[in-house]
């Protein structure tokens, strides 16, 4: 039985469906029916192929063999897979911030002059972090010594990477007295895949332990130089309206849709399309301009800082091609499908690699060069249009768009809550004691063809906000949330409970905000802890009233993402699937034990996302418990004398 | 921030800027950049923006960069539908707003530089009082730093009905806050229907009409942030320490009377920046979450009747009020308040007869609680304008109390009896002077009254020391003046008591952090021969203040062993001051002005600095508003060492304590004195003139310099030289 229709997310789809399969051109949900049914093992997590012994694989129900051949158990095949999972989604993110830093430092030594320092303030404030001294000293300078240092903590053997201790001191020293801060981000990378290699290390509580140290060099590490660094090049985002769905493509335009997580060239990409002989190129092929749309995270980052237009979230892409308007898909790494390059085939559409990391057979490759950046991007900019004329008569956009409102950094979450001279995080806390605000929950993540298009992010998100809970999101669920309408301000009256959307129109922002792509995760570990030093919601991130979920998750990043929450003392709650179930050791330290050896965050799973969402509420409640702001309080009217008792300054 | 009220407050900020902007250019037309441009007399520019920006506006031409950093920071107006954010913006706005009106209000005092009264009081028709000058700010502030004021009510608009806006003042005075007024709705002004009412306006009655315009909002958030920077210790230019000191600490609200224009949501924006919530008579939408301000940030639709209590519980502030049982207001607004010669009725003390206090205390059986006796005749048997000689004995009992305290209970006489409205109160002892009021005696206000207040006062504020008060006057000459002999006799046996009081007899001094509500890292500790700096406590006022509030800012100090005798150095003082100072001054000398001087707050009555030309040491009270010869205005002194820190060369000190045999006595004492403004000398004439006897010089007073003589160290110079000034031959200070 075919399922891509009732998975692919609307009735917009449908005519791309059937026009896809009218051209030949498989998409993901019918691979997804032709790899039915999947591996039962796999599925579970009890299968192991590491060494040429096996592969081996453990019988779930006790009944078959219960060890590998080389005498692994169920928990360390389970520990080890989940291990290399983490491994997988920090080199992701990490290896993604390394391309950045190395473009920041050659933009601060003049070699690649298309990037500039546009956040000279971000910079200043970072490069105080690093201890190092700006007064006096030339913003491209300061930035040579910051981005060399920041290059050195990816191959940082000993101590401790920086950002560590921007944790609160409370969470910092859970770390230190269980051991798990990286020493360097590589190192933890590195050190993962020895020790689940063939007869290392067999004990899945040590296993899960190194999972942790390497993810908290993701969260903690590698994601957030990217984020810190991407604003500093490309600007911190501040809130700017979009549209977003397939329905931003343009029949008139040459349409170039960016794809995948990097904004290095995608940055470049918007600068060359807005060049005026680029314009009159494209005029002269007969469009009347060129537009540029988004898909996944490479969509974020270019939508946090230029409004640029989402085309739609990572199940979306091959949809995209079958409009038959798509010039050029522009795809540099993570979630990009091979299978582009099949349905490109059936359509005009060039796909282009750019980065010499990730190739496609049947794709076109013009590698992008930092050094002359903007040339490149012309060049790529230049094979688009020339394809415009290419295009055959049948093409269909789907009439689907929504508006949105995005671009919520921490600073501008700061900003917005109390002006220039006022910015805090004050009136969040506040409003969170109060009770207008239940809490605060991060639903990001993936999309996953095991369930409809959206369904499990729309379904989860509005139930948190109804009852209440102020949603931060990024990734393909923002993506999810923007095409129904959650972010935009009026969907506070809307959908939000009356605190909410009390809080929402005092402050005139959404009941969801964007906060950027997968890799800006970190933006919410930030948002957390300045939650927590700003005081009056207890003293770590685990004693805030605060959940996070991945309810479509797929990619190994998810799972990376996952376990640095956790790990930071949130409660998250992933739907779909779960890669341990096999295991009743793995699992339970994940869901169970974490919880109480790293004081507070541990996991969950549940693939209803109603249900998933109540977890995270009841989570909310019980943090609003402890710190007893569960009961309505009596406004407190101050006298002289208590006056006098306040802290000085 | 409600998107109406975003939108209103950021069109209104556009408009006010405009304005603003256009006036500059005229003004740049007809003055040219270099004209000076400021408020009178203050040190602190045009206060919110010197404040906030920390940018001192000087000329018309230093407003530029102002207006650009406006301009920069006004945001586009919100989009009907899928707006962005508008809180941040609005609050953006709203201080866009207060700087253009800070320099619109500016070039109007170049422009019509009458248009304003000088001082305290409306000057016949010239309601308008403008910006508040330093001398001012500081007498005013300390009120709000000692919680006599706990806070303002800034007006904007008008009540449609004078009878509210008397009531509503009345009501704002009843809660000791001040009323800062400005604006109009409709054509009327608030100030103008108190005056037109016969309310006496101005700062000594709290009733301040700052201005006509909206804009007069800045005089208000003017004296806030100056108060944050003269007392709070916060620098010019930490914009955050200013408005979270503002928001802490400075429990003012905006009531907003009339028709919200977008000009008054500009405004309001602008006050919530303060943490100032907003309280309005109309229907305009609400902002009830909270974050920026304590609790809600704007109300709406609330019924004049209901406005005073409903603000006071929006700003989260508690207002305590003993309960008097008088016919007429009472409160501590009042005690500015005159009475003139055609508002009298019954006058005692004074030039027109005896009048005399006594405070004694006696054994419990001896004293019936709540009796008060009145021997002879009363208002109500008396024609308007006449005299009566009056003796008010207070008399006292209970376990906790000692003779110490009687003179400082006696002293409570006059403000508590000034605080009931249409009676005003002057001196004390055997010089107190009393008016009573025809609008008091319309109301029933009876001499037999003062007792009640006394009662009830003595009672609220002392508890903890006397357990039963009684009071009896007595109007009748012969009575009269027996008490006032027997009152002389005692209080010369008290006097030589207290000044028998040495720093060297006694082991126990006392602390006063009372103003740490406002400096919090200064700490005053208090000898018997040196009193506190702002003038209001000596030793046993602190003692008494301990016995009744056990656990409050004054606190028994055991000096401990001496470091340093000559300079006034403790121990047991030390480790106190570091401790309450939060480590942040670890030693102080009491009786020097050059090394480590104990801290000042911005309190103080004098500040004394070293004037090293003549090897001596001039001291300047607030009072006094031109130049002094260490180069600076008293306001300037005030703004450089106040705030809690110890600086080398100055000190802040009390009035009383140049005539202590301890002042400044580690660096040469009461000698070292070679100018002082001509008014203080006067004032203190004739103690400094006991002193001085007792040092050997008698005409030491005739031989210090005063403005008359110089205001520079080269000018002073040739007199000291002519007078033979001792500190010329004393050992050289450096």
Redo the contacts between chains.
Sequence with gaps: MNHTSEKSGGLGSLPLIASAHEAGADLVWDRFDRQQPQCGFGSLGSCCRICSMGPCRIDPFDKGAQRGVCGADIDTISARTFARMVAGGTAAHSDHGRDVTQIFLAAARGESPDYAIKDVMKLTKLALDYGIQVEGRKVNDIAVELGEKIALEFGQQEGELRFINRAPLKRQEIWRGLGVVPRGIDREVVETMHRTTMGVDQDYRSLLLQATRTSLADGWGGSMITTELQDILFGTPY???SRVNLGVLREDQVNIVVHGHEPLLSEMIVVASRDKQMLEYAKGKGASGINIAGICCTANEILMRHGIPIAGNMLQQELAVTTGVVEAMIVDVQCVMQSLSDVARCFHTKVITASPKANIPGTVHIEFDEHRALDSAKEIVKTAIDNFPCRSGKTHIPAESM?M?AGFSHE?IS?????????SY???N??II?G?IRGVAGVVGCNNPKVPLDENHLTMVKELIANDVLVLQTGCSAIACAKAGLL???AASKYAGKGLA??C?????PPVLHMGACVDNSRLLVAATAMVKEGGLGDDISDLPVAGAAPEWMSEKAIAIGQYFVASGVFTVFGVTWPTLASEGTTDYLFKEMGNIFDGGTWAFEPDPNKAAQLMIDHIDSKRKSLGIDKARE??????????E???? | MSKIIASAAIRGAHKIVDSAESKWREAMDKWGAKQGVGFPNTTYYLPIIYGILGVPVRTLGDMEAVLKRCREMLPPPVREELHLPYLGPALDAGMATFWAEEMAEAIRYLEDPKFYAQGEDPEGDRIWLGAADDVIMRKRGIEFVDGTAPGFAAILGAPPDPAIAVKIAQELQQKNLYVFMGGSNNGDRTSKQLVDAGVQIGWPTRLVSFGPDTSAAVFAIGFATRAAMSFGGCKPGDFRKILIYNKDRIFAFVLALGYVSDEWYANAAGAINWGFPVIADSAIPEVLPTGICTYEHVVSSIPYDEMVAKAIEVRGLKVTIAEVPVPVAYGPAFEGERVRKEDLYLECGGSASDAVELCVSKRMEEVEDGHVELIGKDIDEMEEGSKLPLAVVVEVAGRKMQEDFEPILERQIHHLVNYAQGVMHIGQRDIAWYRISKGAKEKGFLLKHIGAILHAKLHHDYGNILDKVQVKLYTEEPAVKEVLQRARALYSVRDERVEGMTDEQTDVYYSCTLCQSFAPTHVCVISPERTGLCGSYNMLDCRAAYEINPTGPNQPIPKGDTIDGKLGQWKGVNDFVTKTSRGAIPLYNFYSVMQDPMTTCGCCECIAAVLPLCNGVMTVNREFADMTPCGMKFTTLAGTIGGGISTPGFVGHSKYYITQRKFISGDGGLARIVWMPKSLKEEIRERFGKRAEEIGIPDLLDRVADESVGTTEEEILPFLEEKGHPALTMDPLF
């Design positions: 809130p700017t309206v508006d409102v501008t900003y917005m809550l109390g002006g220039l001279f006022r910015a004050r009136p969040l506040d409003n109060n207008r935009v301000p009026e009390e809080v129109e005092t402050v005139g922002i406004r407190i009217l101050y006298d002289m004398e208590m006056r006098r306040l802290e000085g300054g």
